[in-house]
């Protein structure tokens, strides 16, 4: 039909198409015809275009109606439709008629079929893209497009990308309202108002997983964007000297008028330049070249922001933080994570201009480094590295520092993790009431141990940027920073904190490199402390220290003698006096820097000992406590060094009378029984290496042997019977010369009760000791003792255990030196009685021949 035709009957034919879709449920039941109809309405565009601007209301209706179809050719076909009413009706019939057609385009937005959706998208891409239908119909669209960042179809991704980009630029390109008058200040107006928010979008856009399809695209627009941006700006700012200059010579004028009416001028104060005058300020090119390792993708593929990107985001940045941070530490994974690649973004984009929200951004990272999924922690500590990177460590530090409570002496209380994000737990369920955080932001204080830990984990990659695919970033700390880092780990120096402060002194090394040698006393107290407990990794410590230790150009046993003679007093002053608490480092940092110091310790033994003997006091020391200071007398009693076994023999006196022996006595308790056989071993390593002089054995010989019985008869435990015969045995054997006949008669009924011990590895024990025994007997001792001791070894000689018997054999062996006739009068007495008569006829035969040869001697004489 001619186009003069089809007007004719268009209003005829719109009611016959329109009616087929209008009512609920469809008057035509076929989807087929249905379709059909919305093609032939379609066309009617094609033809009659402007045409059907007078029927736009009735024709969004039967829009609006028909996208409620659930076939999706059907829905498609609307899309395309509603494309076209954008294009061809006038913008504010739409606006006032559009609102049921925007609501079914956004209910189709969560349909299944993803073609479905982005046809929706791209036509309300269409429909918005008129100024009016945007300002009346977007604050409805926004919340629909914050769901489609995390669609499961990166096309859809894509084209959200896209028309998020058309709109910034069409929206420019507004005319921009005049400023009212109006007191009251409602906030932005115009498309301002939405800018922000669709800046937030397309930068989420742009954080994308798929930074290749659907990143890269939306940093492209976000460029464009920031262009357009910037001209729509600097025009502006010419129209606006346009008009200053306009009103500069309307003043000239009026005063030129004046002059000449009245032969004077009243000099009228000179008007400050108006800043609306000025062209926009462009901030300084970042060297991101110099940070590439850091950033993530799709900027590490070389798509580095301009100026102009950086300065339109710096524009926003105040709108944008707010909504991005809160977001981070939401309840859901999926917004978390959505949160932290987008803090990731806007990070990179905004570089050093991040500052005036470092406090914010700060106490985020904090919360969200610690997240239980391990893509948000990961994402977050990468945060943390890029602002250490992108501002100066003074500023990172000084903020840092009023979070641990270092700047807040004597000022209010800060306020805490569990203020700003309140948790209330109910058995397995925890609720969390929804709060602005960011108003208590600047009085952040972290007050609990948790909250500490998570500033020094962010701390150390504030310190030493790091990447996890790119490895360290280099960039080094000066002496001023180092010193007030230092001063932050020294405050963190906490059982519970040592892993953390492990990880920021690790990072403090890395990025000081020199600056840290003047306080590498300090490093090295750190490192120390680390190594002393068990919280921190020894590898890790170890490496550290070796870090240090190459800095300074020195080995490692170098660091530790330097560091003991420097540090041994002041560890040591009033340790003497006073018992350190259970909860004091003291005694760990003491016990690994001997453990290191090799030779160096010998000069320091002497003053060692008084400490040792109040910390390890039974009295009042903890179980805990006795335990390791007897692990490190242990340690420095055999430790292969000349020089140390020199001082600990000029110094056994102290060691056994003030640390061991005491520590020895008999005491209730299963961990006071540990603690005993402890002390034990550590007499028994102090005898055997022959550190204890002769003189000063004999003179603790009195205290020693009530614990050695005490030892001996201990039923229940056989270690301490066993430990307590070899004691004996050492003892025996270092006091030959000094020894008495009352205390040999003090010593043997203990040695002859452990023949009948039930543990065979003591009764060879004790034949060991035998043996020594004889040796220390004077020639004139009782001979009735010796007489009884020689029956109950004959008894024994008969043992099952080829064993003991051998050990006895050797015993007797000794024993016939002491009195020949003694002996061979028991030795023959025992041969009928023996069940093992062929060793009493050896031992026999050998009294003989000695008795014989004394004779001989005798003779000779």
């Known amino acids: 039909l001619p186009l003069q035709d089809v007007e004719n009957v268009l209003p005829l034919l719109l009611a016959a198409l329109l009616g087929r879709f209008r009512s609920h449920p469809f008057p035509e039941q076929s989807e087929e015809l249905r379709l059909e109809a919305l ?7 094609d033809v009659c275009k402007e045409k059907l601007n007078p029927f736009a209301s009735d024709i969004l209706d039967a829009l609006s109606k028909a996208l409620t179809d659930s076939c999706p050719d059907a829905k498609k076909e609307c899309c395309e439709i509603t494309k076209k009413v954008s294009q061809y009706f006038d913008a504010e019939r739409v606006s006032r008629a559009g609102s049921p057609l925007v609501a079914s385009l956004l209910a189709n937005l969560k349909h299944q079929q993803w073609k479905v959706r982005r046809a929706t998208l791209e036509s309300i891409g269409a429909l918005l893209l008129q100024e009016a239908t945007m300002m009346d119909h977007m604050e409805d669209v926004l919340p629909h497009l914050n769901a489609l960042l995390s669609d499961r179809t990166p096309g859809v991704r894509q084209s959200l990308a896209e028309i998020l980009e058309r709109w910034l630029l069409k929206g420019l390109s507004f005319r921009v309202l005049p400023a009212s008058n109006s007191f009251d200040d409602d906030g932005p107006e115009g498309f301002e108002k939405f800018e922000s928010r669709l800046l937030i979008l397309l930068l989420g856009v742009a954080a994308d997983e798929e930074a290749e399809q659907v990143g890269a695209i939306a940093l492209g627009g976000l460029e464009r964007v920031a262009v357009l941006k910037h001209e729509v700006l600097m025009k502006r700012a010419a129209k606006e000297r346009e008009r200053e200059e306009a009103r500069r010579k309307a003043k000239e004028a009026r005063e030129a008028k004046a002059t000449a009416d009245q032969g004077y001028m009243e000099q009228e104060p000179e008007e400050h330049k108006n800043p609306k005058c000025q062209d926009p300020e462009v901030v300084a090119a970042f060297d991101y070249p110099s940070v590439l390792p850091l950033l993530p993708e799709p900027f590490k593929a070389g798509r580095l922001p301009a100026p102009l990107t950086s300065t339109y985001v710096k524009m926003h940045l105040g709108n944008i933080l707010p909504q991005v941070l809160g977001n981070l530490t939401q309840w859901t994974t999926d917004i978390r994570e959505a949160a932290a690649r987008l803090l990731q973004v806007v990070l990179v984009v905004a570089n050093k201009h991040i500052a005036p929200f470092l406090d914010a951004v700060l106490v985020h990272l904090y919360k969200a480094q610690a997240d239980d999924d391990q893509k948000v922690s990961s994402i977050s500590r990468l945060c943390a590295s890029m602002v250490g990177v992108f501002l100066e460590p003074e500023m990172v530090l000084e903020v840092v520092g009023k979070h641990l409570g270092l700047k807040h002496e004597g000022q209010r209380k800060g306020t805490s993790f569990d203020e700003l994000w309140p948790q209330d737990k109910h058995g397995r369920q925890t609720t969390r009431t929804v709060q602005d955080v960011l108003s208590g932001v600047k009085n952040f204080a972290a007050t609990t141990a948790e909250s500490r830990r998570q500033v020094f984990i962010v701390l150390a990659k504030l310190l030493h940027p790091t990447s996890a695919t790119s490895g360290d970033f280099q960039r080094p700390l000066k002496k001023p920073e180092v010193k007030l880092a230092l001063r932050f780990l020294e405050e963190g120096v906490r059982s519970e904190l040592l892993p953390a402060v492990l990880a920021a002194t690790e990072s403090l090394l890395k990025a000081g490199q020199g600056a840290c040698l003047d306080d590498w006393p300090r490093v090295f107290d750190l490192l120390l402390r680390m190594k002393s407990g068990e919280e921190c990794n020894l590898q890790t410590v170890d490496a550290n220290i070796d870090h240090l230790a190459r800095l300074l150009g020195r080995s ?26 259970d909860t004091s480092p ?18 320091h033994v002497g003053k060692l000992m008084p400490v040792l003997a109040r910390q390890a006091s039974p009295e009042d020391a903890s179980a805990s406590a006795r335990v390791d200071l007897l692990g490190l007398v242990h340690f420095l009693v055999n430790e292969e060094d000349e020089a140390l076994a020199e001082a600990v ?3 056994s006196l102290a060691l056994l009378d003030g640390i061991l022996l005491p520590n020895c006595s008999w005491r209730p308790g299963q961990s006071n029984g540990k603690i005993r056989r402890g002390g034990m071993v550590c007499v028994h390593a102090i005898l055997r290496r022959h550190l204890v002089p002769a003189a000063v054995l004999n003179e603790v010989f009195v205290d020693l042997m009530p614990i050695l019985k005490s030892c001996l008869d201990d039923s229940w435990s056989p270690d301490n019977r066993m430990i307590a015969c070899l ?9 030959q010369a000094e020894i008495n006949g009352e205390q040999l008669r003090e010593v043997y009924p203990e040695l002859l009760k452990r023949l009948d011990d039930s543990n065979d590895k003591i009764r060879v024990a004790v034949c060991e000791a035998l043996d020594v025994f004889f040796k220390c007997l004077p020639h004139n001792w009782s001979r009735s003792l010796f007489e009884y001791i020689l029956r109950n070894l004959f008894v024994h000689l008969d043992d099952p255990n080829p064993e003991i018997q051998q050990g006895i054999y050797t015993v007797l062996q000794s024993a016939v030196h002491q009195d020949y006739a003694t002996f061979l009068k028991e030795a023959q007495s025992a041969v009928s009685k023996s069940s093992h008569p062929r060793l009493c006829e050896e031992l026999v035969r050998l009294a003989e021949s000695l008795q014989t040869s004394s004779c001989e001697d005798v003779v000779a004489a």
């Not at 093609?39 to 565009?45: A, D, I």
């Not at 003991?564 to 002053?573: H, N, T």
């Not at 004691?727 to 006091?735: A, P, Y």
């Open 556 to 581: 490692q046993l170098q660091l530790y003698e330097e560091h003991l003679r420097s540090r041994l007093g002041e560890l040591l002053q009033g340790a003497d006096a006073v018992l350190w608490e």
């Open 649 to 651: 023999k000029e110094n």
């Open 586 to 603: 003291n005694r760990h940092i003491l016990e690994t820097l001997l453990r290191n110091a090799g030779a160096a310790v010998a000069e």
């Open 727 to 735: 004691v004996l045995s050492c003892t025996l054997s270092d006091l």
């Open 39 to 45: 093609r032939v309405l379609s066309h009617l565009f």
